[in-house]
């Protein structure tokens, strides 16, 4: 599986952007999903995360701005982010958990830059 993010770019605050994760192969065996980002000069946090039935989780920072969801019939994990804040900008990653192949696998990140 390898797993492409796309959608970052620049945009003020209060705007909304769209991230997307395409996976080469099936997503259905990918017992969850998510998001990571890394803002700069600071550590990798996870954003938010969603199991194959659908249940999500958020960090506290994101929640009620940010919707995770993920589309197994076509193999794509997408980030909905709403209001974003300058504190919003970060390298954003998708990754995925296989209990399968008891392993986990990472996209390159996609920029998100919020500008004042």
């Known amino acids: 599986v390898q797993l492409q993010a796309s959608g970052g770019g620049l945009v003020q605050g209060g705007e909304s952007l769209r991230l997307s994760c395409a996976s080469s192969?099936?997503?259905?065996?990918?017992?969850?999903m998510g998001w990571y980002r890394q803002p700069p000069g600071k550590q990798r946090e996870l954003v938010a995360s969603?199991?194959?039935?659908?249940?999500?989780n958020y960090a506290d920072s994101v929640r009620d701005r940010f919707i995770i969801s993920r589309d197994n019939a076509k193999n794509t994990l997408n980030l909905q982010m709403n209001s974003l804040k300058l504190e919003d900008t970060a390298v954003y990653y998708c990754?995925?958990?296989?209990?399968?192949?008891?392993?986990?696998?990472w996209g390159r990140g996609t920029l998100v830059t919020v500008s004042s």
């Open positions: 990754y995925a958990e296989s209990p399968i192949l008891k392993r986990d696998f």
């Open positions: 969603i199991t194959n039935d659908h249940r999500a």
């Open positions: 192969g099936s997503i259905f065996s990918l017992s969850v």
